[in-house]
Structures are given as C-alpha cells and as structure tokens.
C-alpha cells in the first residue's frame, strides 16, 4: 500500500556532501515514521535517522548526529537525507522505511518497526 523509491546515490570524496531523496507514494496518510537505515558492506542495517510524519520530530545514530540531517516534504511526498563530512565509514547502501504507527524514541531506529522498505540508493565515500 505504500511503494518507496530511493534516489541520489553516488560517489564523493570523504568530507564531501550528498543528499539522497525517498520518494513516497500510496497511502501516505497511515505513515507515523520515516527512517533512513544504512547497511555497510558485510555488516547489519542500522537505523541512522528517523523523521516523525506528524510534528517533525528527529532521532539520529551516534554515527551521524550533526554531520547528517532528515527532512520531508509533505507537498512532494518526499523525505531526505542531507549527508556532510562524508565517512569512508559512511559507505554502504541507505534505505528509506515507513512505519504505520507511533514509535517511542527508544526504538525509533530499530528495523523491525518499519513494515515498508525501498530498494536502496548505493553510496560510495572513497578516502
């Protein structure tokens, strides 16, 4: 019922910047949470930022917390993910994910609360 597809991936130096976009659509209106979720080469996905839909809200990774920034759109359907100081750390594919009820903050970063998945934008941080 709700279809997310990722965009903007690519390949930066690290310290560089990049912002990669989730586009939403279906029912919208279900949506509590979005989340961004990164998953390194031979490593577990991790939530790094999460986004309530009602009262913008915001919960970070220690990884990201004031190097990374999640916003949304309500008029485009979109949520984004601005990335500075780039890691080669950083490296991996993100996941946009939607969440159909409210999260406490506690768990806000946790992959089994999200229902909807997209496929993933790969990034790259070459050092």
């Known amino acids: 019922w709700v279809t997310l597809v990722e965009s903007g991936g690519a390949s930066v130096q690290a310290g560089g910047s990049l912002n990669i976009t989730c586009t939403i659509s279906?029912?919208?209106?279900?949506?509590?949470?979005m989340a961004w979720f990164h998953q390194a080469p031979g490593r577990l996905r991790e939530g790094v930022a999460a986004?309530?839909?009602?009262?913008?809200?915001?919960h970070y990774s220690d990884s990201v917390q004031g190097r990374f920034t999640i916003s949304q759109d309500p008029a485009k359907h979109t949520v984004s993910l601005q990335m500075n100081s780039l890691q080669f750390e950083d490296t991996g594919t993100y996941y946009c994910?939607?969440?159909?009820?409210?999260?406490?903050?506690?768990?806000?970063?946790?992959?089994?609360?999200?229902?909807?998945w997209g496929q993933g934008t790969q990034v790259t941080v070459s050092s």
């Open positions: 994910a939607a969440a159909v009820r409210y999260l406490e903050p506690s768990v806000a970063l946790h992959d089994d609360e999200y229902r909807n």
């Open positions: 986004i309530a839909t009602r009262g913008d809200a915001t």
């Open positions: 279906g029912v919208t209106n279900r949506i509590y949470f």
